[in-house]
């Protein structure tokens, strides 16, 4: 069994990256995103520290009024508050896979981080526009 890790790798060997090694790590006020490409997929494990909230932490970066990317991620540990545009509002914790459209605002809720694993909305996350 062959195995490769990196952009060498081709698509007919097993290849693995590890979130300990990301290939970016996007940094900003009371958290941050690793960065991973495996397969053509852009993967991003999120951690978000107690007191982190979209508006205040990350929209400064996006310089738009609510969150604008769509996410497809699982919830690896803490809670976290969703508001959407709408008023539509949800609570989500660990083990739980959720879909996010564009167009919210989160918060982390209580003293546990909040690390989550972005399938969808990792690639543009908190990069400057």
């Known amino acids: 069994m062959s195995q490769a890790s ?16 990301p290939e970016e790590t996007r940094s900003f006020d009371k958290g941050r995103m690793d960065v991973i490409t495996l397969g053509g997929v852009t ?3 999120a951690t978000f ?8 932490s990350v929209k400064p970066i996006a310089k738009t009024e609510s969150c604008q990317t769509a996410h497809l991620a699982y919830q690896v540990s803490g809670r976290m508050h969703i508001v959407m545009d709408d008023g539509t509002a949800r609570d989500i914790g660990p083990g739980e896979v959720c879909s996010i459209p564009p167009g919210h605002d989160a918060w982390v809720v209580g003293n546990e981080p909040v690390v989550i694993l972005d399938i969808t909305g990792a690639g543009q996350y908190a990069k400057p526009k």
Do not use: I
């Open 43 to 45: 993967f991003g494990r």
């Open 49 to 56: 520290e107690p007191g982190w909230k979209w508006s205040t």
């Open 6 to 21: 990196g952009a060498q790798a081709r698509k007919d060997q097993l290849t693995t990256k590890s979130f300990a090694r």
